[in-house]
């Protein structure tokens, strides 16, 4: 109990300086940002809001200009049973892709933010303009 406690409150610590550092976030154009938009739309972030490996996650996100649904986890319980019954496990975080090939479920913060950087990021949009 004691434990649990002392780690909640680490996390909500760790999340308000998060929100108080959080980083610029990338500027496209805004034709550029609606395709984004578009292609973030079947996708969903399942999160707790204060595990550390997902605040990681959501400063990626913020950092990418990435309007992906936050899903919470820990707290709602369809969230956390499509989680476990669809995505195989109960485990944070975790993105949801949805496109035309069926659902996919990729867990792993550093396995998401590369995945996000890749199609995403700076690399990406100048990959794009070429």
């Known amino acids: 109990m004691l434990v649990k406690l002392v780690r909640e409150g680490l996390g909500r610590t760790v999340a308000l300086v998060d929100r108080l550092t ?14 984004v938009e578009q292609s973030v739309a079947g996708m969903a972030l399942y999160q707790y ?6 605040i990681k996650t959501r400063r990626a996100l913020h950092r990418l200009n990435l309007p992906i649904e936050l899903r919470d986890a820990q707290n709602d319980s369809d969230h956390r049973a499509a989680l476990g019954q669809q995505g195989g496990r109960i485990q944070v975080p ?14 792993e913060s550093r396995d998401i933010i590369a995945y996000l950087e890749d199609r995403f990021g700076d690399d990406a949009q100048a990959g794009q303009a070429a």
């Open 22 to 35: 959080r980083p610029t976030p990338l500027e496209r154009s805004p034709r550029a940002q609606a395709e």
């Open 49 to 54: 809001f204060a595990c550390p490996f997902c």
């Open 94 to 107: 975790c993105l949801r892709i949805e496109d035309e090939d069926g659902s996919r479920w990729m867990y």
